[in-house]
């Protein structure tokens, strides 16, 4: 693997979402624990902060940091009067949470049920975030 400048140390995962599948949106088994494991193989000495909601089985999953948080529930969106539940108060209040807690230079919001693969993304980062950029195609700092 070659050596990058951005040491592992200094970016931390921020691992939001609930641990268990409900029975109404079905996960693949133990997904979970092969997100936290597969951060651990590519990012060996990076911190993981799992944010998720009070009562999960957490057995067996490595993290760094636990967030607990009380689920604020789903949200409601009507389309044509049609009443849609959604699970973005869920997704931002976790996420938030997680990422307020992060003390490192460089974080990663993942879902708990997203599995890595590799490295690619922080190679494409490293080769492109210093590209000189006018203000007006900025974002952000």
Sequence with gaps: MPTLSIPN???????????????ARKQIPGVTKRTLDSIRQYFPGSSIVLSTWKGQALEGLDFDKLIEL??????????????????????????????????????????????????????LFEKYHC???????KLLK
Excluded: C, W
């Design 9 to 23: 140390k200094d970016i931390s995962f921020v691992v939001q979402g609930p641990v268990q599948a409900s029975d």
């Design 70 to 123: 009380d689920d604020p529930g789903q949200n409601s969106v009507f389309n044509n009067d049609i009443e849609q539940k959604l699970n973005n108060n869920r997704q931002l209040y976790s996420s938030h949470m997680g990422l307020t807690s992060v003390k490192t230079k460089y974080a990663v919001k993942m879902r708990s049920d997203n599995v890595l693969i590799g490295r690619g993304f922080v190679e």
């Design 131 to 137: 590209l000189d950029r006018t203000d007006q195609d």
